[in-house]
């Protein structure tokens, strides 16, 4: 086998039989993303991803309301121009996939078709491997300054992805929260007692603070807790004073996640539409289920609305949504976020690598990545770089999370 005619470790790859390299536009890259990424998948049915150009993307949000006054016959009206909203600002992450080929396996390629299925292959699976990537980055970025349930801060530089952990950030120690319905709630001794139902918000998202009780410089009439998100502590003894664990809490963890958030905002658009958790977590949810009031509800992994016409994933329906499974998630930790088009925001930054025009690609998005493919005279290798810009901005009055601050 040592004889160059022959397959060997010194001149075989296992890809060269079936795959090849040149040119190839993703044309099915969209549809692959959606597959391997619920989030993307939601994001898309949701509508909040589009094309954008420009260093930054912002995402407003009305967080005051009109002051409302009783008026006597005849008394003169009072009349202001307040600002109510408030702009959440990042800038763009460039995030890629970079891969290379020896010319040596090239040789190996006799015809032209040979050449295209390899290069269609090889960047396929680089775009898989981009999205992937890409998904557990949304799901566990922290670009925070602190460590938020148990995941540790990103490096500044290169600019992270703002993920949605960057949303529930509450300092250098978790302090715990009573919710006060018009009050904002109260804070109570540092660290997180065991009885704490929540956690209190404190981070700067994207330059505005989430303390729900911190002014907002310009805004008037600020509705507490309206730039605040929802942090809940599942191993509280206040959903069972006889049991600090998820199996035992997990009905109760959700119901309050759930129920906070639309007590913000009652109408469809203040209710969640997507919950994601660990696989161990769903496993003893389901438990939870089957041995519940709840074991009505239909154990499907079936997408139900408002999920409609989206992948099938293992998921639960509970209290009006689904919660998915993936295996990304950070562990420990649950997300009850709301990813309608005034919540969220993830905007594509049209680009353009050197030597390769960009893909064509279905979906709102076109494109959400770049895909270029280069010789190096100089080193003998063909090099292939899938590159995406883009950042994830979410409004924090309408996420919630729940970890084990015990």
Not at 15 to 32: H, K
Not at 347 to 358: C, E, K, T
Request: charged share 15%; with cysteine; net charge neutral.
């Amino acid at each position: 086998m040592g004889n160059a005619d022959y397959p060997s470790t010194a001149n075989y790859s296992n890809i060269v039989d079936q795959l090849a390299i040149a040119e190839y536009l993703m044309g099915t890259f969209w549809d692959n993303s959606r597959k391997h990424s619920y989030i993307m998948d939601k994001l898309q049915q949701s509508g909040v991803m589009h094309d954008q150009q420009g260093k930054h993307i912002d995402l407003k949000a009305r967080i005051a309301i009109h002051a409302g006054a009783y008026r006597s016959q005849g008394q003169s009206r009072t009349f202001s121009h307040p600002q109510q909203y408030v702009t959440y600002l990042q800038q763009a992450s460039f995030y890629e996939v970079a891969t290379a080929l020896y010319e040596e396996e090239v040789a190996f390629l006799e015809t032209q078709g040979a050449v295209v299925k390899y290069n269609r292959e090889l960047a396929t699976n680089v775009g898989e491997d981009l999205i992937k990537g890409l998904n557990y980055q949304l799901l566990n970025s922290n670009s925070t300054s602190n460590t938020i349930a148990g995941i540790a801060a990103a490096a500044t530089s290169p600019i992270p992805i703002t993920g949605i952990p960057s949303v529930f950030g509450y300092g250098a120690t978790a302090v715990g929260f009573t919710f006060s319905s018009g009050s904002g709630g109260a804070t109570t001794a540092s660290p997180v007692a065991a009885g704490d139902l929540e956690v209190l918000p404190n981070v700067t998202y994207c330059n505005v603070s989430t303390h729900p009780t911190s002014a907002i410089a310009g805004v008037d009439n600020k509705v507490s807790g309206a730039t605040s998100p929802v942090i809940v502590n599942w191993s509280s003894t206040g959903f069972s004073a006889a049991s600090t664990t998820y199996a035992t809490n997990c009905l109760g963890v959700w119901s309050r996640m759930i129920s906070r958030l639309v007590a913000r905002e009652p109408s469809t658009e203040g209710m969640p539409d997507t919950g994601i958790q660990t696989l161990a977590m769903h496993n003893q949810m389901r438990t939870a289920l089957r041995a519940s009031m709840e074991q009505h509800l239909v154990l499907s992994n079936g997408p139900q609305s408002p999920d409609l016409g989206l992948y099938e994933r293992l998921m639960l329906p509970y209290e009006g949504i689904n919660i998915v499974v993936d295996t990304d998630q950070p562990t420990g930790v649950a997300y009850c976020l709301n990813l309608k088009k005034k919540n969220a925001l993830l905007p594509v930054i049209r680009q353009r690598l050197a030597g390769m025009p960009d893909g064509i690609f279905k979906g709102n998005v076109k494109p959400i990545i770049s895909l270029a493919q280069m010789p190096d005279i100089n080193d003998g290798t063909h090099k292939l770089v899938a590159k995406v810009a883009l950042n994830l901005l979410l409004n924090p009055a309408r996420q919630a999370m729940a970890y084990n601050f015990a």
